[in-house]
C-alpha cells in the first residue's frame, strides 16, 4: 500500500496474523476517516497485532507498542508483551 501525502496527519495501521513473522500495512487512517473496521481477517482466527504510526507530509513517528486483540470466550485487548506473558 503506498502511503499517501496529505496536508494533515495520517495513521498507518499494521497487523499481523498468527503465524506471520511481519506487520503489514492494512489502512491510512486520516482527517476524514477516523476509524478503521477490519474486514478482511481470515475466518478463524482467535488474535490479531495491531501498529499503528502517524505520517505528516515525509515525517513518520515511531510505531506504537503493539496491541493484541484476542476474538472467543474472554476476549480482551492488551499491549503484545503482555499478551505472550500471560
Not at 498507518?12 to 503465524?19: A, I, M, N, Q, T
Not at 481470515?42 to 507498542?65: E, K, L
Request: glycine share 8%.
Amino acid at each position: 500500500m503506498e502511503r499517501r501525502r496529505a496536508s494533515g496527519t495520517v495513521y498507518e495501521v499494521y497487523r499481523k496474523l498468527p503465524g506471520e513473522t511481519t506487520f503489514d500495512l492494512v489502512v491510512n487512517v486520516g482527517a476524514k476517516k477516523k476509524t478503521y473496521t477490519d474486514k478482511a481477517l481470515p475466518t478463524g482466527t482467535t488474535s490479531v497485532h495491531y501498529q499503528i504510526r502517524a505520517i505528516r507530509g515525509d515525517s513518520a513517528s515511531t510505531f506504537s507498542p503493539a496491541y493484541t486483540i484476542q476474538f472467543g470466550p474472554g476476549q480482551t485487548t492488551q499491549p503484545a508483551d503482555q499478551a505472550a506473558a500471560a
